[in-house]
């Protein structure tokens, strides 16, 4: 599975930003989506994932904030944040796990990163 993320950039501090990601190939075995992010000195950390079937998972400091959303039939993944603040700023990561029956195995799959950065 190959994965392309876009839309990251500068925006103030309350601003929105959109990011998007789209994945390729064997995308018939994904099972979970998501977004991480790392901040400089820090470790990954998990944004949000969204499940085949829509159950969603997000993060504490993201919640009420990001919306994690997915096409299925697009293989596509977006995370729409709002209320951007300075603490977001970071590297996010487009993830995806997938799944295969036989023989059973589970695989993650990263993107290349986009950068996020808020200014307060």
């Known amino acids: 599975v190959q994965l392309q993320a876009s839309g990251g950039g500068s925006v103030q501090a309350g601003g929105s930003l959109r990011l998007s990601c789209a994945a390729s190939?064997?995308?018939?075995?994904?099972?979970?989506m998501g977004w991480y992010r790392q901040a400089p000195g820090k470790q990954r950390e998990l944004v949000a994932t969204?499940?085949?079937?829509?159950?969603?998972n997000y993060a504490d400091p993201v919640k009420g904030r990001f919306t994690i959303s997915r096409d299925n039939a697009k293989n596509t993944v977006d995370l729409q944040m709002n209320s951007l603040k300075s603490e977001d700023t970071a590297v996010y990561y487009c993830n995806v796990l997938t799944t295969a029956t036989w023989p059973w195995r589970q695989i993650n799959y990263w993107g290349q990163g986009t950068l996020v950065t808020v200014s307060s």
């Open positions: 969204i499940g085949r079937s829509g159950s969603t």
């Open positions: 190939g064997s995308t018939s075995s994904i099972d979970a």
